[in-house]
C-alpha cells in the first residue's frame, strides 16, 4: 500500500522560510513524477512544481527562484524549500505520486498525501 505524509508546514510571516517533506512508504518516490499542489482558501488545487520519473524539475511560474524541489532518495522523500513566502503562499500543500505522463496535472496522480497547512501572515 502506497502512503505519503507530508509535515513542515507552519505559520510563516512574510519573507519568511519553510521546508515541506514528503516521505513514501509502499512505492520508489523517484520512479515516478512526484509532485507538490496547493490549495488556497476557495481557491482550486493548482501545480506548484514536480519532479518527472526520469529526473526533471517542473516550477510554476509564481515559485520560480523562492521554491526548491530536492529528494532523498535514501530516505524515499521529496523536500519543497519554501523561501520569500507571501500571504498568497497560504494553502493546504499537498505531495502527490503518480505515473509517468501528465507531470503538471492533478488527474495524473494516484497518491496523495494528506496535506499541511501553510500560513503566511502579513
Known amino acids: 500500500q502506497v502512503q505519503l505524509v507530508e509535515s513542515g508546514g507552519g505559520l510563516v510571516q512574510v519573507g519568511g522560510s519553510l521546508r515541506l517533506a514528503c516521505a513514501g512508504s509502499g512505492r520508489t518516490l523517484s520512479d515516478y513524477n512526484m509532485a507538490w499542489f496547493r490549495q488556497g482558501p476557495g481557491k482550486e488545487r493548482e501545480f506548484v512544481s514536480a519532479?518527472?520519473?526520469?529526473?526533471?524539475?517542473f516550477d510554476t511560474d509564481f515559485v520560480k527562484g523562492r521554491f526548491t524541489l530536492s529528494r532523498d532518495k535514501a530516505k524515499n522523500t521529496v523536500y519543497l524549500q519554501m523561501n520569500s513566502l507571501k500571504p498568497e503562499d497560504t494553502a493546504v500543500y499537498y505531495c502527490a505520486s503518480g505515473g509517468r505522463v501528465g507531470v503538471t496535472r492533478a488527474v495524473s496522480y494516484d497518491y496523495w498525501g494528506q496535506g499541511t497547512q501553510v500560513t503566511v501572515s502579513s
Open positions: 519532479f518527472s520519473w526520469d529526473g526533471i524539475t
